[in-house]
T-cell receptor
């Protein structure tokens, strides 16, 4: 069974510092990996989706890398701002089969606080 | 563009009462649809998923059921709510080729 782990569970950084968030998974035969942001009491907002053939994706200040062989993904947020305060979750999906097509396994998330 | 609607946003229900949460998707056809629950301090748990009308797969045995009466409509139901059904319920969709999830805004359910 695929296990997804996010360490640390919580992180506090001063404004302007770069954020590094880690996601590890036990089964390297993943199909896609997706990073989400969740604000308190809200739904999940997709940040970046990395398909299995890709090694990284970038959007603005965000960059996500994927190393399937080591079972790791890292989300970098450059020059953090107080508005980046949220919980960040990663999710991985395995190669599709008749039974597991489209299902993602989520990590528990990293709660980030960016202090002014 | 594709949008996903989920309602209600919050719900307080007594133990033993029925439940119906609705999710609809616009701007796409034949999506995969999912119901997740997020309990306080815990991760996301997949409850049900559907790859087509009338096709429902359940991930965990529980007090809940799901139905997909139309291509872009997904309903989560219960005949009698338990205290343990409290949580944050999220609907999501993806295209058949699994290009990632898009989530609704969620329903906060409190069973009292």
């Amino acid at each position: 069974k695929q296990e997804v782990t996010q360490i640390p569970a919580a992180l506090s950084v001063p404004e302007g510092e770069n954020l590094v968030l880690n996601c590890s998974f036990t089964d390297s035969a993943i199909y896609n990996l997706q990073w989400f942001r969740q604000d308190p009491g809200k739904g999940l907002t997709s940040l970046l989706l990395i398909q299995s053939s890709q090694r990284e994706q970038t959007s603005g200040r965000l960059n996500a890398s994927l190393d399937k062989s080591s079972g790791r993904s890292t989300l970098y947020i450059a020059a953090s701002q107080p508005g980046d305060s949220a919980t960040y979750l990663c999710a991985v999906s395995l190669r599709p089969t008749t039974d597991s097509w489209g299902k993602f396994q989520f990590g528990a998330g990293t709660q980030v606080v960016v202090t002014p | 563009s594709q949008t996903i609607h989920q309602w209600p946003a919050t719900l307080v229900q007594p133990v033993g009462s029925p439940l119906s949460l609705e999710c609809t998707v616009e701007g796409t056809s034949n999506p995969n649809l999912y119901w997740y629950r997020q309990a306080a301090g815990r991760g996301l748990q997949l409850l049900f998923y559907s790859v087509g009308i009338g096709q429902i797969s359940s991930e965990v045995p529980q007090n809940l059921s799901a139905s997909r009466p139309q291509d872009r409509q997904f309903i989560l139901s219960s005949k009698k709510l338990l205290l343990s059904d409290s949580g944050f319920y999220l609907c999501a969709w993806s295209v058949q080729r699994n290009y990632g999830y898009t989530f609704g805004s969620g329903t906060r359910l409190t069973v009292v």
